[in-house]
């Protein structure tokens, strides 16, 4: 189930960043996308959904905004996942 919204934007603001309005929308989902991702709210296939993208394009695009699918929070962690690989 899909629920649409409607927001106001500026045409000014469009005019400005030189972008249409589905590409601002795009955009504006791809962002929130990788902020939910970064602050854990959403797992990486929603995030995918959101962005409107495969998983591996969203990995792929998360690497642009300095943010990994690996997360460890201590070296203990990451070698025990490497040694159960």
């Known amino acids: 189930m899909k629920i649409t919204g ?3 934007i500026p045409e000014e603001i469009l005019l400005s960043l ?3 309005e589905d590409e ?3 955009e504006l989902k791809r ?3 990788v902020r939910y991702y970064k602050e854990k709210k959403l797992s990486l296939g ?10 591996e394009e969203f990995i792929k695009y998360l690497s ?6 690996f997360s460890f929070d201590n ?3 990451l070698l ?6």
């Open 24 to 26: 601002f929308i795009t």
């Open 6 to 8: 409607k927001i106001e």
């Open 18 to 20: 030189k972008k249409s």
């Open 46 to 55: 929603q995030c995918a959904v959101l962005a409107e993208m495969s998983e």
């Open 64 to 69: 642009n905004f300095d943010a990994s699918i």
């Open 80 to 85: 025990e996942d490497i040694k159960n690989a």
């Open 75 to 77: 070296k203990e962690e």
């Open 31 to 33: 962002t929130a996308a």
